[in-house]
Structure formats: C-alpha cells, structure tokens
C-alpha cells in the first residue's frame, strides 16, 4: 500500500493517508534502457495478474505536446523548461498516477522527478528551489536507479538514436561538437543521479550488465513491492528461491 506522503507540501484535493496501489519508479539517463525495462516490466507484471500503468515524461494532456514542440525550436531557457516540465509532471500525478494507485494498480514510472531535478541542476539552476518546486511529487514506493558508465553507454546512444541537441547539453554548454558537449553533459548527469540516489535511498541496479541480466535484477527488486498486493496476483518464485 502507497503511503500518501509528499516531499514537501501536497497537491490540492488530495485527500486520504494510503493508496492501494504501488508507485515504481525507474530513472536513469536517457539510453540506460528505462524504457525497455518499464515495457518488459509491465508485460511481466500483467501475466500474473496486476493491472498496470506505465507513463513518463512528457506524456501529459495538459503540457506534453507542448514540450515537444518547445524543445524542436532549441530556444527554452532554463527556467521555462523547469516549470514546463513540473506542469507536464503534476498534470500526470493528478490525472494518471494517483488514480491508478486509488484503483489499486502497479503504476511504473519511467523517469520521476529526480531526473529533472539532475538535469536543471548541471545547468545551474538551484538545488533547493527546484527541489521546492517539486514538493508536491508523492514519494514512491520504490526508486530504482539503473547505473551505468560513459563507457558502457556510449554505444548504446551510437546504436540507437545518436547524440541529439538536448541530452547534449547544447542548451547551456559551448563545446563545439555534440560529442564532446554529451560526453561532459553526461558525465555531470550520472555524477548528480549518485548524489540524488545516496539523499534518497535509491535501490540502485547495475545497468552495464546483459539486458536478461538487468532485468532480474529489476524483477527481484519489484517483487518485494508488490507480493501479497491481492489474492489474484501471484508472481512466480524467483530461482533462487525453487
């Protein structure tokens, strides 16, 4: 069960002290393998019995096409992209997350608000006021930071979208290329993710490793959080345990 507590003060009309539902959040960097591992997930999930909803950012009514349109000019300034994307998040924490954990669902989230956190701090913006702006974010039942070296992830950005504008820190960094401006982006990133995970207590997971390899490790890890959900919901026994 979801304890309704906050970082900081709540959100408006939210009412109530427990959630049946479960709030799994899943950060890292952007070509970590979030993604993949939040659709395995939720397959894995949904065969023995847990209804499932998974959402991230940008995927908002209120503010997510916003974003992408925004973000295509290579024009926001900081500031406006920080409460752009606390509009996209709350709108998504009102209207998708909370409902889901009210309805008793497994909600997995793929990038929580520590992801923007990390990225407007490497761009200088203050710690304590943006972790302010997000004090109305619901802590979760569990963060799992999947972890992983420049080395390691270089190949998979090559191999599957490159190095783009954003996740290169074009915005704010004067390095000539995109690869030299990702790797010092990066690196500052993953830097400020081990220094969110140590303040939280994030579980973190070895991501360098084969994608079976990661993922059960992940399924050891969301196990502890939603066994005994329901009666209809049993998940397998790990292989340890046979």
């Known amino acids: ?37 939040i659709a395995l997930l939720k397959e894995w999930l949904e065969a023995h019995g847990h209804a499932v909803i998974d959402t991230g950012l940008r995927r908002s009514d209120l503010a997510g096409r916003g974003i992408e349109r925004a973000k295509r000019g290579n024009t926001l300034d900081s500031l ?21 954990l009210r309805a008793g669902m497994v909600a997995l989230v793929d990038r929580y608000i520590f992801s923007l956190i990390a990225r407007a701090a490497v761009r200088g913006v203050p ?24 080395a390691q992830l270089q190949p998979r950005v090559v191999a599957s ?43 973190v ?13 992940l399924q050891h890890e969301v196990r502890q959080v939603v066994e005994g959900m329901s009666r209809q919901s049993v998940l397998p026994p790990e292989p340890n345990d046979v």
Do not use: C
């Open 80 to 100: 406006t992209l920080n409460l752009f994307y606390a509009t996209d998040f709350l709108d998504r924490l009102e209207h998708q997350i909370i409902p889901a």
């Open 1 to 37: 069960m979801t304890r309704l507590a906050f970082y900081g003060d709540p959100p408006p009309n939210v009412e109530g002290t427990d959630l049946p539902g479960r709030l799994i959040v899943l950060e890292g960097t952007d070509g970590v393998g979030r993604s993949t591992h």
């Open 161 to 203: 979208h490159g190095f783009d504008y954003w996740e290169s820190g074009q915005d704010y960094l004067r390095t000539p290329g995109l690869f030299d401006g990702w790797v010092t982006y990066q690196t500052a990133l993953l830097a400020e993710f081990r220094r969110l995970a140590d303040q939280h207590g994030f579980t």
């Open 205 to 217: 997971v070895n991501a360098r490793g084969t994608l079976a390899d990661v993922f059960h490790d």
């Open 127 to 150: 710690r304590d006021w943006i972790q302010d702006v997000y004090g109305f974010a619901l802590i979760p039942d569990k963060v799992i930071y999947l972890d992983i070296d420049i």
